[in-house]
């Protein structure tokens, strides 16, 4: 126990003696009775004078310890931890953190953590002479509400009053560097006290890495949990994800990853809604666990389609994690560009890669998804419709067509060059270079006076694709072909091909046959180094199903399934070769977009378009239209990892994560929290002395 005012127990100690004195200067008088006998008197006397210093004494002792309950409770007793920031004189400068991330939602006794958390910050949020202060809300990109400490309390209470929790994550070293600015000394001589109160639950997956080198070793850090004694029980959908399948994409694997943070099991039954029709997956859940449901889905569309899943039958901490937006784009029959110089007339390479693309009808027919660009016409508005960009027989690519073919790799598409001519080599080690792509192979042309030609596909042990899905057959498969034309390496053989997961065919003298790699955006890059002219493989009627699963595996890392996260600044460009100011963006099935901004600003950025949106405030599907035609989807969530509600014990924020500082940690549980209403308690103390007193009166009254 402490008292906020120890110096009245001085002044209480001096009210002691009052009782004291006067139970000496009140006490009895010898009195001279001149009687004839006094054998009946000394017993009355004697008899009364033991009664009545018993019971002064017992008075005399009630009304001391009346006395000192009554000043304990002027001196303002309090149980539990003391606070380290304490309202006394002096200049200060403070700063108060308030956490409201999805997980301050968390309800502990029917009180939701934000709740507690505005009741604590206004505590410290009232006015104090000489005190400069400031509020910085901390979500995934925590602001202040002054740009530098302020006295306008008035002002910060009124925006703590509207404070809610919003659905998103707490960026705990973003909020740390504001705070630090905001406490930074303004000149050398600014010597005013240093104080920091961080208001949050502190959730273990948000703080289990947070970084205070950023305040000031002087500052006074007081952080206040509003976390309860018990972890509440939370379920939640983690991730959702619409897989796009096959190479027509006529269905899509829905993949629902759902957390149980309780310490029971649990049966679960998700309802998935996708295209005006309802799934059901089901499944059970182990305790602090995950569980993946999956369930293949027949989409009879093309085009973005867009839905949600939820849990059934749930009733948990946070309702708002319980469902989840999906988008996904199915492409339907694959539309591709073939980059040539070649005509379609004659057998030439080019021609035997369209008909191998597009096999199921003529090629006049196909040519609806199958577009030839010369290479004097390459730009970003041809490529704009394609689903694959194809490259064979292209000769020598300009500077800037290799620009634009980088650019469309960096963007995460995905390109087929099939290398059957010297000339290929440079084409392909200045679109390396341009797009940073790591590729360990380096090709070249084939030294003077050598020809490629009859060689065999050699596989690894374990087949990899395009390869790999064609089984025990394989080997029958690949036994008749031959090959010829096509680059060599650069600086002779590969040391150990089986290493490098890029090269997933070789041939017969040790050159790369099939090289897949991608860039850190998502495009990929596929090598078939071979001059179709030269080779049989189109003969034997390999080239199309080996072709198809190459094509399977280069638009699968394309799967249009775009999901972003609430708070977090979303950049999306949409190839649409169409311009800003005739689209709009449309939330979930609204008819009418916002006008205001408020979902963000559509930029003309080339033939492309750039969605830009600072602060996502909502889970929901957003769609950029034109004229009710859907050209981008996205799914924005809340973080999966706010559905974790576990917290950080008080030793380990303090011994572990906030060292070389004077800090101290409040919780808000009832073996920690620091009790300001002990003075009831002893007021009562001095009420039952005063009854005592008046009940002894009664018993020896005279």
Not at 73 to 102: C, E, M, N, T, Y
Not at 429 to 439: D, H, I, T
Request: aromatic share 6%; glycine share 6%; proline share 5%.
């Amino acid at each position: 126990m402490t008292f906020a005012a120890p110096w009245i127990f001085g002044l209480g100690l001096l009210a002691v003696a009052a009782p004291v004195l006067i139970h000496w200067l009140t006490r009895p008088r010898p009195v001279v009775m001149r009687l004839s006998t006094l054998r009946f008197v000394r017993e009355a006397v004697q008899s009364r004078s033991a009664a009545n210093r018993l019971r002064d004494w017992i008075i005399l002792a009630l009304r001391c310890v009346a006395i000192l309950l009554l000043t304990a409770a002027f001196a303002k007793p309090q149980w539990g931890d003391p606070a380290l920031i304490v309202d006394d004189d002096g200049d200060a400068v403070r700063v108060v953190v308030l956490d409201v991330s999805q997980s301050m939602a968390a309800a502990a006794g029917n009180i939701p953590g934000i709740e507690r958390a505005r009741t604590i910050a206004e505590r410290y949020l009232q006015y104090r002479s000489g005190l400069r202060t400031n509020l910085i809300i901390a979500g995934a990109q925590p602001h202040a509400v002054f740009e530098n400490v302020s006295t306008n309390f008035e002002a910060l209470r009124e925006e703590l009053s509207h404070t809610e929790t919003r659905p998103e994550r707490m960026d705990v070293d973003a909020a740390l560097e504001l705070a630090a600015r905001q406490l930074a000394p303004l000149n050398a001589e600014d010597q005013r006290r240093r104080e920091l109160i961080v208001i949050s639950d502190f959730q273990r997956s948000g703080w289990g890495a947070a970084n205070f080198d950023a305040i000031a070793p002087e500052t006074k850090i007081q952080l206040e949990s509003t976390a309860g004694e018990k972890t509440p029980d939370n379920w939640a959908i983690l991730s959702a994800v619409c897989q796009p399948m096959g190479a027509r994409q006529d269905r899509v694997l829905l993949t629902v990853r759902v957390g149980n943070y309780s310490p029971t099991s649990r049966n679960l039954t998700v309802e998935a809604e996708i295209s005006d029709a309802a799934y059901r997956l089901s499944g059970v859940c182990e305790p602090q666990d995950e569980a993946l449901l999956t369930q293949e889905i027949p989409i009879q569309m093309s085009g973005w389609i867009a839905g949600q899943v939820r849990l059934v039958d749930m009733e948990d901490t946070i309702p708002a994690d319980d469902w989840r937006p999906i988008v996904a784009r199915l492409r339907g029959e694959p539309r591709y560009v073939l980059i040539t110089q070649q005509t379609e007339q004659g057998t030439s390479s080019s021609h035997i890669l369209a008909c191998a693309l597009a096999p199921e009808a003529e090629l006049d027919s196909a040519s609806s998804r199958l577009h030839r660009v010369p290479p004097r016409l390459l730009d970003n508005q041809s490529l704009t419709n394609a689903d694959l960009i194809a490259i064979n027989d292209c000769g020598k690519l300009s500077p800037e067509h290799i620009g634009v073919l980088a650019r469309q790799l960096t963007r995460g598409r995905s390109l087929l060059y099939v290398a059957s001519d010297p000339i290929d080599a440079v084409n392909l080690a200045q679109l390396v270079e341009e797009s940073q792509l790591q590729l360990s192979v380096r090709f070249a042309p084939p030294a003077a006076g050598t020809e490629r030609h009859d060689l065999r596909l050699v596989t690894f042990d374990s087949p990899r694709p395009p390869l790999a899905n064609f089984g025990d057959s394989l080997a029958a498969l690949v036994e008749p072909l031959r090959f010829g034309g096509g680059l060599s390496m650069q600086g002779g053989s590969l040391i150990n091909p089986a290493a490098d997961d890029s090269i997933r065919a070789m041939y017969s003298d040790d050159t790369p046959a099939i090289v897949v790699a991608s860039t850190d955006s998502g495009g990929t890059l596929a090598i078939v180094n071979a001059d179709l002219t030269s080779s049989n493989i189109w003969k034997t009627g390999a080239l199309v199903p080996i072709l198809d699963e190459l094509v399977q595996e280069l638009l699968a890392t394309d799967s249009g399934s775009e999901t972003y996260l609430c708070g977090e600044k979303l950049v999306a460009q949409v190839d649409t070769g169409r311009p800003a100011d005739t689209l709009r963006i449309v939330r979930g099935s609204d008819l009418q977009s916002e006008t205001d901004e408020s979902l963000g600003r559509l930029l003309d950025e080339g033939n492309a378009v750039l969605w830009q949106w600072d602060a996502p405030d909502a889970q929901d599907v957003y769609q950029i239209q034109d004229n009710r035609e859907t050209l981008f989807a996205a799914a924005i969530a809340i973080p999966a990892a706010e559905a974790d509600l576990s917290t950080l014990p008080a030793d380990v924020v303090l011994d572990r994560l906030v060292t070389g500082h004077e800090v101290h940690f409040s919780a808000q549980d009832a073996s920690r929290a620091l009790t300001h209403d002990l003075w009831k308690w002893f007021a009562v103390g001095v009420l039952v002395c005063m009854l005592v007193e008046v009940a002894m009166l009664m018993v020896f009254r005279t």
